[in-house]
């Protein structure tokens, strides 16, 4: 039987990879999601990237890509911001082939305080950025995953996977900002994204605030959103675990050795 860290991503800014964590990855071996901000694409070179893509390359690590996100506005109707905003992914595809990641987790980017007023724009504006950008990483071998994050409902995103199939762009849930910040259920994400589900991030809080912590120390129910998931998924998705603090890590991994539904 595999170790549960053979099964499951941990996200590590790529800075902190570099700066000191990556020994601590190859130790355990732990497969990285490697955060990619603008600072990181501003001060590392093609070469330092290449660097730490060759090192977890050697140990057999599976990688998974999370693209900027801070001030991007992927269905801006603005053209300086959409502007700045491709430029940001575009130095995120130069990337791809190096590190050859099984995915690349954006986030969706829907907030209906600033889009609902013209949320058709919005959403046509989306689907421009996300079919240019899915069609590259399927070239290169990956799959493009929206993550929900101040969505109050699936049904505010539905509609770009509805029409990004060709793309093959997939659904990131992320359970600690469904619960922070959604008046939709789990369940109810599940039913609706269900189909288009190819990714988890697991983090868990208390309902008020997106705190990161280790999966039971918040209140999220993750025993019954694991059997809710096991009747639409009879396989596992891609699954991040998502610890903002080293003592966040360790507790997660060994309540998901237990709570493993697979």
């Not at 954006?106 to 919005?122: I, L, N, P, T």
């Not at 109810?188 to 589900?197: A, E, H, K, R």
């Not at 966040?248 to 991994?253: G, R």
Request: proline share 5%; with cysteine.
């Amino acid at each position: 039987m595999s170790r549960i860290e053979e099964k499951v991503q941990v996200n590590i800014p790529f800075s902190m990879l570099w700066d000191s964590y990556i020994e601590l990855f190859i130790k355990n071996r732990l497969n990285p999601e490697i955060g990619l901000d603008a600072i990181s694409l501003k001060q590392f070179s093609k070469d330092d990237f290449k660097k730490i893509a060759r090192r977890l390359h050697r140990q057999g690590l599976t990688i998974t890509l999370h693209a900027p996100f801070i001030d991007l506005s992927p269905g801006s109707l603005d053209p300086d911001v959409m502007e700045l905003t491709r430029y940001r992914f575009k130095q995120l595809v130069e990337l791809v082939p190096l590190f050859k990641p099984k995915t690349v987790v954006c986030h969706a980017g829907y907030d209906w305080k600033r889009y609902g007023y013209f949320k058709e724009e919005w959403v046509e504006k989306s689907l421009q950025t996300w079919s240019w950008l899915g069609s590259l990483i399927a070239g290169e071998g990956g799959q493009l995953m929206l993550e929900n994050v101040y969505e109050h409902s699936p049904e505010d995103i539905r509609v770009l996977f509805e029409n990004l199939e060709n793309q093959h762009v997939g659904f990131c849930l992320d359970t600690g900002h469904q619960y922070a910040f959604s008046r939709t259920s789990l369940k109810g994400w599940l039913d609706s994204l269900g189909p288009y589900l190819g990714q988890l991030h697991l983090h868990d809080n208390n309902g008020k605030f997106d705190d990161h912590l280790a999966m039971g120390n918040g209140k999220i129910n993750f025993e019954a959103f694991f059997s809710a998931l096991k009747e639409i998924k009879k396989t596992p998705p891609v699954i991040t675990l998502e610890p903002h603090q080293d003592k966040a890590l360790w507790p997660s991994l060994e309540f998901l050795e237990k709570a493993w539904p697979w």
